[in-house]
């Protein structure tokens, strides 16, 4: 309970809190450190003060995930997505880059899910919020590198690229080298085509087809023909374009 309300009580007696609590956040007791950052979990809030305070600790949770439970884990990649939305300067680029790059898929999925949801939620400051946050940070932060590729992961940077307002095309640039082609792209399909993307940005959109849809699997094809449709009637070009002629002819076959 104490750890949970560590920000609180920093705030009102961090001599008390620095002689006291702060110890045990230190990995170099991984038993007690495991109690506590479990315990900060449910609360993951800090302060400026509190942040340099435990910033060593932090950055030492991501080389001991094993020691805390799946929950908990969840919410410490979270917290690194709050923190480069909100609080970029208190990672430098190379730290940020190394817990990313030696992260559990689920790791970068709620990196991803913490920046759709702020995206989501900035509404017509969706496009600002990337160009000066997020995409930055991701071109920065996340290498386009193959192991770190992951189906489930995919679903959250196809509804952030969605989501960022007049910054679509730039957000489909970054994200389609980051995401696998999908083994089943229904969903992925039904979320463009619930979205105004094909007809404001088509080739955006024929972009982002073009990488998630496996040509080698058998799925109901209706919904891609008629998205490939809507691109067609948004942009002229469309049909000459060899991406939308290869998936117009494996939605018509």
């Not at 979990?41 to 799946?70: I, M, Q, V």
Request: charged letters at 25%; one cysteine or more; a negative charge.
């Amino acid at each position: 309970v104490t750890a949970m309300r560590l920000a609180w009580l920093f705030a009102r007696r961090p001599e008390w809190t620095s002689e006291t609590l702060l110890p045990f956040f230190d990995w170099n007791h991984p038993e007690d450190a495991a109690i506590v950052w479990q315990g900060f979990s449910f609360g993951a809030t800090f302060t400026p003060a509190l942040w340099f305070a435990l910033k060593k600790d932090f950055l030492a949770a991501f080389e001991n995930l094993e020691k805390l439970d799946s929950e908990a884990v969840r919410i410490l990649y979270q917290a690194l997505g709050s923190i480069a939305i909100h609080e970029p300067e208190w990672l430098t680029n190379d730290e940020a880059q190394r817990i990313v790059t030696g992260a559990p898929h689920i790791g970068r999925e709620q990196i991803a899910w913490v920046f759709w949801r702020n995206l989501d939620g900035a509404a017509d400051k969706a496009d600002t919020l990337w160009r000066d946050r997020i995409g930055p940070w991701l071109a920065a932060c996340w290498q386009p590198d193959e192991a770190l590729k992951d189906k489930e992961t995919a679903h959250s940077l196809i509804m952030m690229a969605l989501s960022a307002g007049d910054a679509l095309p730039e957000a489909v640039d970054l994200v389609t080298p980051r995401m696998p082609t999908l083994d089943r792209a229904e969903s992925a399909i039904f979320a463009i085509a619930g979205s105004k993307a094909p007809e404001q940005f088509p080739q955006a959109t024929l972009k982002l087809l073009d990488r998630v849809v496996n040509r080698n699997q058998r799925f109901y094809k209706g919904d891609l023909e008629k998205l490939l449709t809507r691109v067609a009637q948004a942009w002229s070009g469309a049909r000459q374009d060899s991406r939308f002629l290869d998936l117009f002819d494996f939605a018509a076959g």
